[in-house]
């Protein structure tokens, strides 16, 4: 099966091309000028006045995930699918170790979770809930298995919460593996005294969730995880970037020369806190950390332009208003924490980014494909270059839409950007050589999504 995908302006991180782009396959043959006159495709997809990218790369989601006694709503089915809608071809969800038990437990689990249900490719981060001895050599089995990046808490206490020296012997074990730590840094202790207080003084709403988490204290614990990693020898990724105090230190180790890699997500660039005003209303945009106040989001935008962060991904979480964030109805600590956004980031980094001036066309292909390539070990993803997988969308970079739940693929209630008009869409999107996406219409198929057995990250070498 050969697809060839003329006259497109290739969009790459690098570089910005005009050609043919021929997939044979489930890999990028050839890329020149005027293919059609030499080869012969089975389907040729006109890309004429748009541009075509390699397929996102979301490193970030949680489907499924148990979190305050429910479970994310979207499936690795419904999740990947929407994935695809929005123009991405790979994500990177988290499989939780339970407490008490084993990694392989937890792996097991997730690998239950998403064979023969995901739509596109996927891999694991591994979420580790209980760093003991066992664990920590498990780790280098992991590595092998191509589950190369561990995710470790400062917040959560009592569920996710890792102690200062566990972190430390968890980063240690990176140094010698060569895998990668991924940070959650706020301080949860201090968190959870001052939600406590609030409560009491009587403030339940939503949007004492967002004041009882200080960006003050994500500056701190990123500070911490930074210096411990430091002292380890070990790089650190710090996940869901949100405050500007968090990027300071970031800005600074990197100065400083080291290893330290961010990200942070779309909501934290296009919503604020007062998005979690107007009562109950605010459960909609529960996540942890939480949306800030507007003066964080210039600064973000500026970590971006400026590669002190790196990858912007979407902690795509989302659970219902109705039946789920509805939990919390009267106490702000029960409202599960997460939002949708899995379908969103491509088209809102594009219209946020490029229109809106902070991002040149590649630099945002590197933000949402390449770099997440790079860092989390996917040789064959993030490029449009002849012999990696064909995982590629044919984007319109004029199209202007409305996102709204009436309309998204996410299996969720709502949408955090109900009515937001963006310009810029994804039009046909491959995976593997295959279309699964064609306008409005799903080409795609449950369990054609394959496990990704990924390398180190190319940033360490
Ligand atoms: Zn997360």
Not at 134 to 159: C, I, N, R, S
Not at 177 to 200: S, Y
Request: with cysteine.
């Amino acid at each position: 099966m050969k697809t060839l995908i003329t006259n497109g302006t290739i969009v790459n991180a690098d570089a910005t091309t005009t050609g043919d782009v021929l997939v044979d396959g489930e890999s990028i043959a050839l890329i020149g000028t005027d293919l059609g006159a030499s080869v012969s495709a089975d389907t040729t997809i006109d890309a004429g006045g748009k541009w075509v990218i390699p397929g996102a790369i979301d490193v970030h989601t949680h489907m499924e995930l148990p979190f305050g006694g429910t479970f994310a709503k979207d499936t690795f089915e419904s999740g990947t699918r929407a994935a695809a809608f929005g123009g991405t071809t790979t994500i990177i969800d988290f499989a939780v170790q339970p407490r008490g038990q084993s990694l392989r437990d937890g792996l097991d689990a997730w690998h239950a979770k998403a064979d023969g249900n995901a739509t596109i490719d996927y891999g694991f981060h591994m979420i580790i809930s209980d760093v003991r001895d066992d664990v920590l050599a498990e780790m280098d089995t992991l590595v092998d298995e191509g589950v190369t990046t561990f995710k470790l808490f400062t917040a959560y206490p009592g569920v996710f919460f890792s102690d200062d020296g566990a972190i430390f012997r968890a980063m240690q074990q990176t140094a010698r593996n060569g895998g990668l730590i991924m940070m959650h840094a706020e301080n949860g202790l201090a968190i959870d005294v001052v939600a406590g207080q609030t409560f009491d003084e009587g403030h339940t709403d939503p949007y004492y969730h967002g004041v009882s988490r200080s960006p003050v204290l994500e500056g701190e614990a990123t500070n911490r995880v930074i210096r411990l990693a430091q002292t380890a020898g070990a790089a650190v990724y710090i996940v869901h970037l949100s405050a500007r105090e968090a990027l300071d230190e970031v800005r600074q180790a990197r100065e400083e020369g080291l290893p330290a890699y961010a990200e942070t997500c779309p909501q934290y660039l296009f919503l604020t806190l007062d998005d979690m005003k107007n009562g109950f209303e605010g459960a909609k945009f529960i996540c942890s950390p939480p949306l800030r106040p507007a003066d964080h989001a210039p600064e973000l935008w500026k970590g971006l332009v400026h590669d002190d962060l790196q990858v912007v991904s979407t902690d795509h979480c989302p659970f219902d208003f109705h039946g789920q964030k509805e939990m919390g109805r009267g106490d702000f600590r029960k409202v599960p924490n997460g939002l949708p956004g899995v379908e969103n980031r491509v088209d809102l980094m594009h219209d946020g980014g490029v229109v809106g001036g902070h991002l040149t066309p590649n630099r945002w292909v590197e933000i949402i494909s390449t770099a997440p390539a790079r860092l989390f070990g996917l040789p064959r993803k993030g490029a449009v270059a002849v012999g990696v997988d064909a995982d590629l969308v044919v984007y319109d970079p004029n199209r202007r839409h409305t996102i709204s739940a009436q309309t998204h693929h996410m299996d969720v209630d709502y949408s955090c950007y109900e009515g937001r008009e963006v310009t810029g869409g994804s039009d046909v999107v491959l995976s593997r050589g295959k279309v699964i996406v064609d306008g409005d219409e799903w080409l795609g198929a449950k369990g054609d999504g394959r496990f990704l057995k990924r390398e180190r990250s190319e940033y360490l070498r």
